[in-house]
């Protein structure tokens, strides 16, 4: 089973986009393309995509302007090839195992699939780690409401199952379109957080 890596780059840095990257690369599970969409200034990211597409097939969207989150991850999901979507944010980076678990989970009844994330500070100084006791919990979106403990980097899921959804992510939420999709379709999906640490986020200097 084929899965695409939907990833957005917007001025990161490029050591931190390198580890993102190199987190998929080396991946257990080998059977992924990433899907690039780059609106960002930053000269540097078409050089290093280049050099590492002989370790990854890569597919890269070069924009000429800026556009919206939600625009972006629309346009990954449109040009990617397969029928899983992996989400991931461009200075963050995924364990290794990522992808074989969820995919595990995917193929076993869930339609959405996050996991427990480790968050840490812009130099890499950990935060804390999520935990969980149940080894699958149904994203309740009460509890998002309250606190959002799904981080949208983490989250896989069939394509299939949006058939008729022209766009995943609303244009016209501009900033919280992460939570916006978490709270429709934990309403309308199977869409579980399994017990098991599979990505690190990374808040920005200014977040």
């Not at 990211?45 to 097939?57: F, G, V, Y």
Request: hydrophobic share 35%; net charge positive; glycine share 2%.
């Amino acid at each position: 089973m084929k899965v695409s890596v939907i990833l957005l780059i917007h001025d990161e840095n490029i050591e931190h986009l390198k580890k993102c990257i190199n987190s998929l690369i080396y991946q257990s599970y080998k059977n992924l393309e990433i899907v690039v969409v780059d609106d960002s200034n930053n000269l540097q990211n078409e050089s290093l995509i280049n050099n590492l597409k002989h370790k990854i097939l890569i597919k890269y969207i070069k924009l000429t302007k800026q556009i919206s989150l939600p625009d972006a991850r629309n346009l990954g999901i449109k040009n990617s090839s397969n029928d899983i979507i992996f989400l991931q944010d461009s200075d963050d980076w995924s364990n290794k195992d990522r992808i074989q678990n969820q995919i595990h989970y995917l193929n076993n009844g869930i339609d959405i699939c996050c996991g427990l994330t480790s968050y840490y500070t812009s130099n890499e100084t950990l935060i804390f780690s999520a935990k969980q006791s149940q080894e699958i919990k149904r994203v309740n979106y009460k509890e998002i409401l309250k606190n959002n403990h799904v981080a949208i980097g983490s989250v896989a899921f069939k394509k299939k199952i949006f058939i008729n959804e022209d766009y995943l992510f609303r244009n016209e939420i501009k900033y919280c379109d992460d939570m916006d999709f978490v709270l429709r379709y934990s309403q309308k999906f199977n869409f579980s957080q399994i017990n098991k640490l599979i990505y690190n986020y990374r808040f920005k200097k200014n977040s």
